[in-house]
């Protein structure tokens, strides 16, 4: 399993912006792999927010935040963004990338599915 590591969670108010990095301790090369972001709210699944592909970068991105969150891969640096703007109270949760050799419906749709490696989460607050 590869161990990635997030970064850039914090505290914003309603409105803000924020971005996230998912990237790896030990150099690991993410490139061959789909990396999706996804969050969990308290008391609430973990859903899948957006996802890139490996080979050509195609992208998905959850209904909800669709227009507002983009997400992009720099493979020169082997890290995988997810830029959020127009944040809301109801993006608030601990949000995790995962890596797979997977499409993006299977990797974003199933949570819960197999995985080559996950993070240990960074956690968005949005205030009102």
């Known amino acids: 399993q590869v161990q990635l590591v997030e970064s850039g969670g914090g505290l914003v108010q309603d409105g803000g912006s924020l971005r996230l990095s998912c990237t790896t301790a030990?150099?690991?090369?993410?490139?061959?792999?789909?990396i999706g972001w996804f969050r969990q709210a308290p008391g609430k699944e973990r859903e899948g927010v957006s996802c890139?592909?490996?080979?050509?970068?195609?992208?998905y991105y959850t209904s909800s935040v669709k227009g507002r969150f983009t997400i992009s891969r720099d493979r020169a640096k082997n890290t995988i963004y997810l830029q959020m703007n127009s944040l809301k109270p109801e993006d608030t949760g601990t949000y995790y990338c995962?890596?797979?050799?997977?499409?993006?419906?299977?990797?974003?749709?199933?949570?819960?599915?197999?995985?080559?490696?996950w993070g240990k989460g960074t956690l968005v607050t949005v205030s009102s």
């Open positions: 890139v592909g490996s080979s050509f970068n195609a992208e």
């Open positions: 995962a890596a797979a050799m997977r499409t993006l419906r299977e990797l974003c749709g199933d949570p819960h599915g197999a995985m080559d490696g």
């Open positions: 030990s150099g690991f090369n993410l490139n061959p792999y789909a």
